[in-house]
């Protein structure tokens, strides 16, 4: 069953933006922290921020400054600011629900000229 959902993702220059979203397919997005992980080719899959039910955010050193994640509970929906990208920040995006170990099918950012 799908419970998280991704879009947004493609192809940006250099500096570009994109804003990636997940909807949750549930009203138990609403009370859990939420998270935005993502795996560039042959590396491990890295945290990139989280968020709490509440709001409260907290991000992964090298995306301080330039992504931002935001949620808007009413729209069971999360999303993921992403500026100044950089070629480094190529790499398939998923949503995850920590607590409940759900995760989206991931959504592919490549970032080149």
């Known amino acids: 069953q799908v419970r998280l959902v991704e879009s947004g993702g493609g192809l940006v220059q250099p500096g570009g933006s994109l804003r990636l979203s997940c909807v949750a397919a549930?009203?138990?997005?609403?009370?859990?922290?939420m998270a935005w992980y993502r795996q560039a080719p042959g590396q491990q899959r890295e945290l990139v921020a989280t968020?709490?039910?509440?709001?409260?955010?907290n991000y992964a050193d090298s995306m301080k400054g330039r992504f931002t994640i935001s949620r808007d509970n009413p729209k069971n929906t999360m999303y993921l600011q992403m500026n100044d990208l950089l070629a480094g920040d190529t790499a398939v995006y998923y949503c995850?629900?920590?607590?409940?170990?759900?995760w989206g099918q991931g959504t592919q950012v490549t970032v080149s000229s």
């Open positions: 968020i709490t039910a509440a709001g409260q955010t």
């Open positions: 995850n629900c920590p607590a409940l170990n759900y």
């Open positions: 549930g009203s138990f997005f609403r009370v859990y922290n």
